[in-house]
């Protein structure tokens, strides 16, 4: 199945330098720099000048951003504000979005419909949402992105939502090193890596009922019509 790209999400501004040098080092690493709203009380007064520095300096995306309400300790308002300034930034320059979204998902429409469309797209990261969503989103100039989750048999919901999603607005991820998909001989706490996207490949195909190497290469070119403008090696 072998493709070829990796992109490397920050979470926070002491991440920002890291990922530079990790894509500088690999080329077909994609960098995507952001605040992982896990983060916002960790920001420093110039956070938003310093990452639109960084995005300025290199090809790179911004992300992982978003909303997460499942921690009352971090400030949901400040998660708004934070995330709402890197949607600006990302119409601004003209950058995709990795979005993180945890129950928050009233408020996130809220916030897209007053940033969208967005001017180069962005994804929905290991989708948790409902099917019912899916069009809006869409609409939205969203992709939506499956991760291990889907080899769940029991996530009936997360298999509805993979079938409302439009072929060419798929794509799917492994989120490692989290979210270890379902392997015999591997308990879900180990961590997880890249190489398993073929896991999660393969049960996208089998719950759509395609070819899995038609799904691999959709996805692929899907990938590559959102991130390809960050892409300057030969």
């Keep these: 199945m072998g493709k070829g790209y990796l992109a490397c999400c920050a979470t926070d501004e002491s991440d920002w ?12 690493v994609l960098a995507n720099f952001g605040v992982h709203p896990w983060q916002v009380n960790t920001l420093t007064d110039k956070w938003a000048k310093h990452l639109k520095g960084w995005l300025c300096r290199m090809p790179s995306g911004i992300g992982e951003i978003g909303l997460d309400f499942t921690d009352p300790s971090v400030d949901q308002s ?4 934070v995330f709402l300034r890197q949607l600006d930034l990302a119409n601004q320059l003209g950058r995709p979005v990795s979005i993180h979204i945890r129950r928050a998902w009233d408020r996130f429409i809220h916030i897209l419909k007053s ?4 001017s180069h797209g ?6 948790s949402g409902s099917a019912d969503m899916v069009p809006l989103f869409e609409r939205c100039n969203l992709y939506i992105s499956f991760s291990g989750s889907i080899t769940n048999p029991r996530n009936k919901k997360v298999a509805k939502a993979l079938g409302a999603v439009s072929f060419n607005r798929l794509l799917i991820e492994t989120d490692s090193p989290d979210l270890m998909p379902r392997i015999p001989g591997k308990g879900p706490d180990e961590i997880n890596t890249p190489d398993n996207l073929v ?3 393969q049960a996208a195909a089998d719950i759509l009922n395609r070819p899995v190497q038609d799904l691999v290469d959709q996805t692929f070119d899907n990938g590559m019509r959102l991130f390809g403008a960050l892409i300057t090696e030969d």
Excluded: C
């Excluded at 940033?115 to 967005?118: G, I, K, S, V």
């Design 17 to 28: 330098a890291k990922v530079a040098a990790i894509a500088q080092d690999h080329p077909r």
């Design 78 to 81: 400040r998660q708004e504000a």
């Design 115 to 118: 940033a969208a469309p967005l």
């Design 122 to 127: 962005g994804l929905i990261h290991s989708y």
């Design 199 to 201: 896991v999660v490949a």
